[in-house]
């Protein structure tokens, strides 16, 4: 056993089709693990690489030198016992430490708990010693923050000297001791200093040539982001005067000319540290403490200040709330409620970005506020957030605890403020979880123009379906390892004469799942698709066609018996319409996706899985789901010739998919260089505009396929 420890303005659910952008990549972070407990090994590899860590695996000492050697590894973690020898591990650690220019972040793992462990680790330059059974989250935190820290260039020391009598000579001993030092001639333009240089810390000549240095001091602690700098002044002697501004507050402190370069450095190096424990305590009391996020009353208060940023895009609000917590249907202790929580911090940092406020406002709710994104890419982010956490499993002693969440998102409009938006993002947050059941996690909070343009929208998609304005479009899915079969993906267009309102393909189905007309275009669909198959049949031409099906339809009783009596009706051979359901309805439908599928089993018909892409959740179903095919994620097959991660994850894919027996799709292809590497990977048909764009006639020739 591996040692692993209600307002007016209602708000309307996300398109469950919006694409999530992928996790935060830990590029080049090479991670080597040297342990020998199999199954601590494969838990920890796991963790690691589902946030982006490559992981190699060592079991001797000796390899570990040779990776060491080769200068590519980002941190390592081993255990103090191997079976080398006693505490052999720590020694040929610190060999290694020997032989670098910058020590490497070490980690130490054991059941040794003795002091004689420990100093032999500490000893070996390690930052950090982790005792048997393992605290995987605080492991893995330890190693976020040992590999994401950038490379220190020291503190930056701003010199305000317009004598040209000592900035030259103090530059020059800061320097020495990887301090980088500024000089501003020219005392007036002190603000766009303070904006260019970003300061640690200001030395002040006391006796300017061009201003009274004490009213330029004063100047300085006026600016909100530089009220508590450092600010030392210097001066050939220190007078009364001088002495008194230190003393009330406007100076650090005072140096005199006459002392010695160490002096300087020492007066220099005391008001940074107490201005970095200034720094911690004002960290203190705007963290979270289990978190380490921003708190409540931080959040409110940057709400505050909101309204003085100059935006490009309306400031937005995620509203961000765990629902369960569960593992195998029991509600989890308190320690494993704060372990799910710790994590899922650590996955919403990966999905922000730097412009992003991110905080914990209460016990399970946490506020993502963005300043500087489109109202769509919050959109994605919202659901990458979402798919991401309900993907996750965090394993707790023995346990693998999993949990999901629902997202309210506010905008701040401008006759709104941002406290609104935060209102606005709890009530749509609210929504969300009364939606849960039916599969809509998120939610937006409209305006009551949103409403009425939504409302307008809907009955344009009303009339179209009444007056026969809609036609389906065909695109054919060819074989590039030999086989013929005549497959089409079926797709849902608006003539000209209904879409000039000018609505998009993925708003239109957004619209219609909102206003409930999904249901009557997935049958509609159906119906069309059927009728087109008959009149292909009896001329001999045995088409196939993948029909989408919505996650609405999939909740619908009544939709089985109808499918049942249709095709029936019919005499159309169960095989010839393939239901095709997206990953996504797959994980927030499991239940009825399951019982769908058993019945089409039943009736002889077949099924495609859409969008996919790897994760362990997925990947766990896939074995147990009798899916017929497996439409890889277009995303990924649009990136592979100039992305060689990808390319490696598709390959994977697609051996995994071999491994069930099931056929791989790749839509999208769009060029010849697409198509040679998905031969490679031994995909089994593509589709994409590179063979045909869609078209209203089902005209491929098959028998021309592509075979390379």
């Known amino acids: 056993m591996a040692n692993v420890s209600k307002p007016q303005n209602q708000p309307t659910p996300i398109s469950p089709n919006t694409k999530p952008r992928p996790l935060q990549n830990h590029q080049n972070k090479l991670i080597c693990l040297v342990e020998t407990d199999q199954e601590l090994i494969k838990e920890l590899s796991l963790q690691l690489s589902q946030r982006g860590y490559q992981v190699q695996v060592v079991s001797k000492l000796k390899e570990l030198l040779k990776m060491a050697a080769q200068n590519t590894l980002a941190a390592i973690i081993i255990e103090v016992m191997l079976t080398e020898g006693d505490l052999t591990a720590p020694k040929v650690v610190l060999n290694i430490q020997k032989n670098r220019p910058k020590p490497l972040p070490v980690i130490f793992i054991s059941t040794r708990i003795d002091m004689t462990a420990r100093l032999v680790a500490a000893r070996a330059n390690s930052q950090a010693y982790f005792d048997k059974p393992l605290n995987l989250n605080a492991l893995i935190e330890k190693l976020d923050q040992l590999t994401g820290q950038e490379e220190q260039l020291g503190y930056r020391i701003l010199i305000i000297d317009d004598t040209g009598k000592y900035a030259d000579n103090y530059t020059k001993v800061l320097q020495q001791v990887n301090m980088r030092a500024v000089i501003l001639r020219d005392p007036m333009k002190i603000l766009e200093a303070l904006s260019k240089v970003q300061p640690s810390l200001i030395l002040i000549n006391w006796q300017l040539l061009g201003l009274n240095a004490l009213e330029l001091a004063v100047v300085i602690r006026q600016q909100q982001k530089s009220s508590h700098l450092p600010l030392i002044f210097f001066a050939p002697q220190t007078d009364q005067i001088l002495r008194q501004a230190a003393h009330r507050g406007v100076a650090d402190d005072v140096i005199s000319d006459s002392e010695s370069a160490e002096q300087l450095v020492a007066t220099?190096?005391?008001?940074?540290?107490?201005?970095?424990?200034?720094?911690?305590?004002?960290?203190?009391?705007?963290?979270?403490?289990?978190?380490?996020?921003?708190?409540?009353?931080?959040?409110?208060?940057?709400?505050?200040?909101?309204?003085?940023?100059?935006?490009?895009?309306?400031?937005?609000?995620?509203?961000?709330?765990?629902?369960?917590?569960?593992?195998?249907?029991?509600?989890?202790?308190?320690?494993?409620?704060?372990?799910?929580?710790?994590?899922?911090?650590?996955?919403?940092?990966?999905?922000?970005?730097?412009?992003?406020?991110?905080?914990?406002?209460?016990?399970?709710?946490?506020?993502?506020?963005?300043?500087?994104?489109?109202?769509?890419?919050?959109?994605?982010?919202?659901?990458?957030?979402?798919?991401?956490?309900?993907?996750?499993?965090?394993?707790?002693?023995?346990?693998?605890?999993?949990?999901?969440?629902?997202?309210?998102?506010?905008?701040?409009?401008?006759?709104?403020?941002?406290?609104?938006?935060?209102?606005?993002?709890?009530?749509?947050?609210?929504?969300?979880?009364?939606?849960?059941?039916?599969?809509?996690?998120?939610?937006?909070?409209?305006?009551?123009?949103?409403?009425?343009?939504?409302?307008?929208?809907?009955?344009?998609?009303?009339?179209?379906?009444?007056?026969?304005?809609?036609?389906?479009?065909?695109?054919?899915?060819?074989?590039?390892?030999?086989?013929?079969?005549?497959?089409?993906?079926?797709?849902?267009?608006?003539?000209?004469?209904?879409?000039?309102?000018?609505?998009?393909?993925?708003?239109?189905?957004?619209?219609?799942?909102?206003?409930?007309?999904?249901?009557?275009?997935?049958?509609?669909?159906?119906?069309?698709?059927?009728?087109?198959a008959l009149e292909k049949h009896q001329k001999g031409q045995k088409v196939q066609f993948f029909v989408r099906l919505s996650g609405a339809s999939l909740s619908d009783a009544s939709l089985l018996p109808w499918l049942q009596k249709y095709l029936t009706d019919k005499q159309l051979p169960p095989a010839t319409i393939i239901f095709d359901v997206s990953q996504t309805v797959l994980s927030q439908r499991l239940t009825d996706v399951q019982q769908f599928i058993r019945y089409v089993k039943t009736l002889g018909g077949r099924l495609?899985?859409?969008?996919?892409?790897?994760?362990?959740?997925?990947?766990?179903?896939?074995?147990?789901?009798?899916?017929?095919?497996?439409?890889?994620?277009?995303?990924?097959?649009?990136?592979?010739?100039?992305?060689?991660?990808?390319?490696?994850?598709?390959?994977?894919?697609?051996?995994?998919?071999?491994?069930?027996?099931?056929?791989?799709?790749?839509?999208?292809v769009e060029d010849a260089d697409s198509l040679s590497l998905l031969w490679q990977c031994d995909v089994d048909y593509i589709a994409g505009y590179f063979v045909q764009a869609p078209g209203n006639q089902l005209d491929y020739d098959f028998s021309d396929a592509y075979r390379i």
């Not at 000018?502 to 997935?522: T, Y």
């Not at 899916?627 to 991660?645: A, C, N, T, Y």
């Open 268 to 532: 220099v190096t005391n008001a940074l540290k107490n201005a970095e424990r200034y720094g911690q305590l004002q960290t203190l009391i705007n963290r979270d403490l289990l978190t380490g996020l921003y708190n409540r009353r931080y959040l409110l208060e940057q709400l505050e200040l909101a309204k003085q940023r100059d935006l490009q895009h309306p400031l937005t609000v995620l509203y961000i709330h765990l629902d369960s917590l569960q593992n195998a249907g029991r509600i989890v202790a308190l320690a494993e409620n704060d372990a799910v929580i710790i994590d899922t911090a650590r996955l919403l940092r990966e999905q922000v970005s730097k412009s992003d406020l991110l905080a914990r406002l209460n016990d399970r709710v946490f506020v993502l506020l963005s300043f500087n994104r489109t109202l769509e890419e919050v959109k994605q982010l919202a659901q990458t957030i979402q798919t991401r956490l309900e993907q996750r499993l965090v394993k707790i002693n023995e346990a693998h605890i999993s949990t999901t969440c629902s997202i309210g998102i506010g905008l701040s409009q401008p006759a709104s403020n941002a406290q609104q938006a935060l209102r606005d993002a709890d009530l749509a947050c609210s929504k969300a979880r009364e939606q849960w059941q039916a599969g809509q996690h998120i939610q937006l909070h409209q305006t009551i123009l949103e409403e009425k343009h939504k409302s307008d929208r809907a009955q344009v998609i009303r009339s179209a379906l009444n007056n026969n304005q809609f036609y389906l479009a065909y695109q054919p899915i060819v074989s590039i390892q030999g086989e013929v079969h005549e497959y089409y993906d079926v797709l849902l267009r608006m003539h000209s004469l209904a879409s000039e309102e000018g609505i998009p393909p993925a708003e239109l189905f957004f619209i219609a799942e909102q206003s409930e007309l999904i249901l009557q275009i997935d049958r509609w669909v159906i119906m069309q698709a059927v009728m087109a």
């Open 608 to 668: 495609a899985l859409r969008d996919f892409e790897d994760s362990p959740t997925t990947l766990q179903l896939l074995s147990s789901l009798e899916v017929d095919f497996v439409k890889i994620k277009g995303s990924m097959v649009q990136s592979l010739s100039r992305d060689s991660e990808q390319l490696k994850m598709v390959q994977n894919i697609i051996k995994t998919v071999h491994r069930y027996h099931k056929q791989v799709i790749a839509p999208f």
